[in-house]
C-alpha cells in the first residue's frame, strides 16, 4: 500500500464497503478478538425496562435511543432531522444555563437536565419533550458566479412535559458523529496538542485545547471526543452516552439521570437505591452497566480501525491535496499525527492520517451554538477528524457533515467556515471550478 493512503498503520483497513467502519485492527490477540466481537455484540444489544426478558435490563427512566448503534449505526454518523422532522435516531439536544458547574463544565437546566430526552416509560415516566428541525437558507457565491443554497438549521421545542424551557435556556444540537481510529486518537500526546497549538499562534488560526473533568482520574485534563472535545477519554465517553443516551447507570456516572424536579423519574425504584431491579448484591451497589460490559465497548470502539485511502494517485486528488494545504484547511486539519501507546493494545509510535488537531477553534457566528461547553465558548468547535469521511455513503447513505448535520455535501460544509478559517473558506470561494473539484475529491479520498 503506498504510504499517503495507510491512514493508521497496523490500524488501517482496505474494506472499503458498508462494513468499512467496523473492522478491528489486526494487532489484536485471540483474547483481544474476543472481548473486541463481544463489544461490538454489546454496541448493537437493546436495552429495555426490567424484566422484559428480549434485552439487557436498565434502559431510561428517559432516554434517547434504546441501544449506541441506533445512533452510530455500522458504527457511522447520523443523518440531520429533514425539514419538519423530529430529532431522532442521532440528534440529541444539549441544554443547560449560564454559569458552570462544580467541575467547570455546563450547568444542567434546571428542570430538564444536560439534555432533552425524548422518550420515557409509558405510563410511569413522562418523556422530557420533543425537537423539531426546519430549515431557512442562506446564499453563497462563488468568484465565477455559481450560487449554492446552504440550510440553515431553526430547532422548534415541544410536548415539553415540565413547562416551557425558559429564556435562558442554552441549546445545542448534535449529530453521531462516525467511530473510527478513536484509539489512535486518545493516544496522540497531550505535548503533541499544546505543541500544534504553539505554532498556530503565529498563523491567524489559534486552537487550543479543551480542558474537562476527568470524572475517574479527579482532575481536569485535556477534552478530546465530542463536537466540542468535551470528554477526556474514550472510557468516560461510552459512560456518558450510556447515562445521557440509553439511561444506564455506571460506575463513573451512578445516579439515574432524572433531575430533582422529574418526580416520577427520581422515584422509580432504580439501582443505585439497591431496591429491587435485580441490580444489588447485598448492600452493594451494581451499575446497570456492569464494569465488564463498560470494558468490552470500551476496548471494541478503541481498537476499531480506519479505512485506507482511495485513489491517492489520481492526479485529480493530488492537485486537490495541493489546494488543501495551500487553502491552509492542513493548518487545522492537520494530515499527519504520531501516537503514544494505545491503552490497552501493544501498539505505539503509529504514524497516523487523521486530518485533525483535536483543538478547538472559533468557527464564527454562522455555526455558533452560543453554549459553552468546559473551555469551550459558543463560537468553539472541535475539528472533526477527516479521516474515512469519504466512505460515508457508502456506510450510511447519506453525506450530512458538520456538528448539527446541517451541511449536505462537503461543499457545503466549507462554506460554513467563518471565524480562523474565514480565509480558508475565502481561498475556496474564489478557486475555479476545476479547482473545488479537485479540493472536494480530495477530500473524498480520505
Ligand atoms: C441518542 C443517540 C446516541 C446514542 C444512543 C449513543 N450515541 Fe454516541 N454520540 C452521539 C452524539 C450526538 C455524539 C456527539 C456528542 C457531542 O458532541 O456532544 C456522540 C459521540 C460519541 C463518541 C465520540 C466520538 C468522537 O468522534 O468524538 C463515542 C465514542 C460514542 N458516541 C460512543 C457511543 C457508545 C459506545 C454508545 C452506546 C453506549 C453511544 N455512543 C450511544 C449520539 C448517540
Ligand atoms: C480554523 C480551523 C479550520 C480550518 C482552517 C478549516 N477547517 Fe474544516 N473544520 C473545522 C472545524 C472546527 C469543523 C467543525 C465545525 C462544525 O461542526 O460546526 C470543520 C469541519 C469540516 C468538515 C466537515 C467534517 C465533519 O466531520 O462534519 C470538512 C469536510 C472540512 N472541515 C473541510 C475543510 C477544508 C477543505 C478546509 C480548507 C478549505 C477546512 N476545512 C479548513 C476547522 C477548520
Redesign the pocket.
Known sequence: MPDAALTAGPFTTTESGPASYMVPAVLLSDTQSAVFAEGHHQFNEPWVVAPDPSGVWGLGPTFNEDRCSQCHERNG?ARAPRERELAVRGMLIRLSVPGLSAEGGPLPHPVYGDQLQNRGMAGAVPAEGQAIFAYGEREMRFADGEVVRLRVPRVTFMQLAFGALGDQTLTSPR?A??MVGLGLLEAVPEATLLDIARRQETDG?S?RPNVVWDVERRAAVIGRFG?KANQPTLRQQVAAAFHGDIGATTLLFPHENCPVAQKACRELPAAIQCSGLGACKGDAFVPEVIPSRLDNITFYVRALAVPARRRVDDPQVREGER??TQ???????VPVLETGPVEGLSATGITIRP?T?L?????GEA?ADHRPDFLADGR???????WG?GLLRTVNGHT????????RN?VE??L??G???E???E??RAMRKAERDA??R??ESL
Open positions: 454518523r449529530i458523529p462516525a488560526i486552537g463536537w489546494l488543501f487553502g491552509k484547511c492542513a493548518a487545522c486539519h486530518y488537531d483543538l478547538l477553534h472559533d468557527m455555526l468553539e468547535w472541535r475539528t472533526p477528524p477527516l469521511i450530512d457533515l458538520l456538528h448539527d448535520g446541517r451541511a462537503v460544509a466549507i460554513w467556515h471565524g480562523e478559517a480565509a480558508s473558506r481561498m475556496f479540493l472536494v480530495f477530500v
